[in-house]
Nanobody, 120 residues
């Protein structure tokens, strides 16, 4: 089992930046690729960004490219999502997730989510 806890959400204005953190505990953190997902009200959950166990590979949803950066610190068992130039449409609950496979369609472990609200 892997336990994931996200922090860092909040209310910001359009154009602001925010950094989300996700702390992992349980099984060996470096066994897992990590991903960030989000779910806006009335919409399905969608992929935002993913990072391999080593941090050497990352990939992003088109809307996140150039604005968001995913990173991880394996010594701290933590993955981050730096979000810049935030837009109102980025408003959602953001979840981190872990899986053996970076490109998995169904990540195995999920956090409880953190709310990000971007006002115009």
């Amino acid at each position: 089992q892997v336990q994931l806890v996200e922090v860092g959400g909040g209310l910001v204005q359009a154009g602001d930046s925010l950094r989300l953190s996700c702390a992992a505990s349980g099984r060996t953190f470096t066994s897992y690729a990590m991903g960030w997902f989000r779910q806006a009200p009335g919409k399905e959950r969608e992929f935002v960004a993913g990072i391999s166990w080593s941090g050497g590979n990352t990939y992003y949803a088109d809307d996140a490219k150039g604005r968001f950066t995913i990173s991880r610190d394996n010594a701290k068992n933590t993955v981050y999502l730096q979000m810049n130039s935030l837009k109102p449409e980025d408003t959602a609950v953001y979840y981190c997730a872990a899986d053996i496979n970076l490109y998995s369609d169904y990540y195995d472990y999920w956090g409880q989510g953190t709310q990000v609200t971007v006002s115009s």
